[in-house]
């Protein structure tokens, strides 16, 4: 079945990120990857379009998401590199708005915070450390959020504990306030976020998700 609906895909070969490409193909959906090193890449299929470039330059970002319909992001932080996350952020919504593309999904840690949470002991100090640890790298995530919060973006933060790589599914539990577990499924994480765009149940939220 093909779904018509196309995905700007950013992150895919990441750990996260190509088990979202696998489940976004096995579900129908038409999907353009935006990969920076696609002559190392061997996955193939009818409904699969390589886009070659970098999010952090405002023309790659116009050709990833010509013709598409919603934009997910599972795109970390590469060691010693550029900071990517605000950078991406601001490209995005300035292309989105021009190609009027409302729904964006991205993935976060549980560091990144929102008005309503209610995080148990043991997450606030993972949360300190990581903004103690990395407080450049977090710095800048929040800076993208943030961006994300005086547009009009229709975007949905999926905050995820310890990404797991397994194929089986569990239970998944859901918050708007804490991280229930201290681990996320990638097939159930890749579940999730596909779920997201055609449910308006988290639009403009930020959701924790373990299983």
Known sequence: MNIAIKVALIG???????????ELLNQGYQVKALLRKPESFTISHPNLEIVSGDIKDLDTTD?????????????????DEPLVSSLAA?????VMHQ???????FL?????????????????????????TFPVVTSD????????????I???????????????????????????????G?????NFVIQQLTDPTYIRKGPFIAS
């Open 154 to 184: 229709e975007w949905t933060m999926v905050r995820l504990p310890w990404i797991e790589e397994r194929d089986e599914t569990c239970d998944l539990k859901v918050s708007l306030r804490d991280c229930l577990g201290g681990k996320i």
């Open 99 to 105: 190609k009027r593309i409302s729904r964006y999904v």
């Open 108 to 132: 976060a840690g549980l560091s990144i915070d929102m008005p309503g949470d209610q995080k148990s002991e043991a997450n606030l100090q993972g949360s300190k450390w990581m903004k103690e």
């Open 90 to 94: 601001a490209n995005l919504i300035q």
């Open 141 to 152: 995530k929040e800076k993208a959020v943030q961006y994300l919060l005086e547009s009009d």
């Open 186 to 190: 990638t097939t159930d994480l890749a």
């Open 12 to 22: 895919a070969t990441g750990k996260a990120g190509k088990y979202l490409l696998k």
């Open 63 to 79: 050709h990833l998401l010509d013709s598409c319909h919603t934009v997910i992001s599972a795109i970390g932080q590469p060691k």
